[in-house]
C-alpha cells in the first residue's frame, strides 16, 4: 500500500504590511523632541515647586517678609508668585545667581531684580531693588528710595 502524494499548492498567506518607515521617522521625531520636552518639563517644575526649594529664593522670600520697605511697597504679607529670568553661573568655590521676581502683595504686583552669590557660608544677596505696583524703585539693601531717573545713589560702604 502506497500513501497519497501530497499535494503541491501551499497554504496562501498574505504579505506582512512593514511600518518600518512609519516607525524609523517616529524614532527620530521622539530623539530630537527629547531635549525641548525635558527643557518644558524642568521649567514647568521649577515654576511650580522647584523654586520654593532655591536656597537664593528662600532667602528673597525671608528679605520681603521681613524687610518694612518692601511691605510699606506691597503690604504685609507679600509673597513670590514667580520667577521671570533666572541667571546662573557657577566657578569652583562660587556660585552668582541672578534672578527677575514678580511679588504679589495686598497692594499690587511688585518685581524684584535680584543678584547674589554662595560661597561657603550660604547664599548672600550682592543687591535687591523693588520695583512696586507704583512704579516707584527701592533698594532693599541699603534702605533707601531710588532716584526716579533710574540711578542708584553711591556706594558708600567699605
Not at 566657578?91 to 547674589?116: F, M, W
Not at 524703585?137 to 526716579?148: K, Q
Request: net charge negative.
Amino acid at each position: 500500500m502506497s500513501m497519497p502524494a501530497p499535494s503541491s499548492q501551499q497554504p496562501y498567506y498574505p504579505p506582512r504590511r512593514s511600518n518600518g518607515c512609519l516607525w524609523g521617522c517616529l524614532i527620530v521625531v521622539v530623539i530630537f523632541s527629547l531635549p525641548f520636552l525635558f527643557a518644558g518639563g524642568f521649567g514647568a517644575w521649577f515654576l511650580m515647586d522647584g523654586y520654593k526649594r532655591d536656597p537664593v529664593l528662600r532667602v528673597v522670600g525671608e528679605l520681603v517678609r521681613d524687610d518694612g520697605m518692601a511691605q510699606m511697597a506691597l503690604g504685609h504679607g507679600a509673597t513670590i508668585t514667580g520667577v521671570d529670568a533666572n541667571s546662573f553661573s557657577w566657578i569652583p568655590g562660587r556660585t552668582n545667581n541672578a534672578y527677575d521676581v514678580t511679588l504679589q502683595g495686598p497692594k499690587g504686583e511688585g518685581h524684584l531684580s535680584v543678584t547674589a552669590h554662595s560661597g561657603n557660608n550660604g547664599p548672600q544677596l550682592d543687591a535687591a531693588i523693588l520695583t512696586g505696583p507704583d512704579g516707584r524703585r527701592y533698594d532693599l539693601l541699603r534702605h533707601v528710595a531710588l532716584p526716579s531717573d533710574g540711578t542708584a545713589p553711591p556706594d558708600t560702604s567699605i
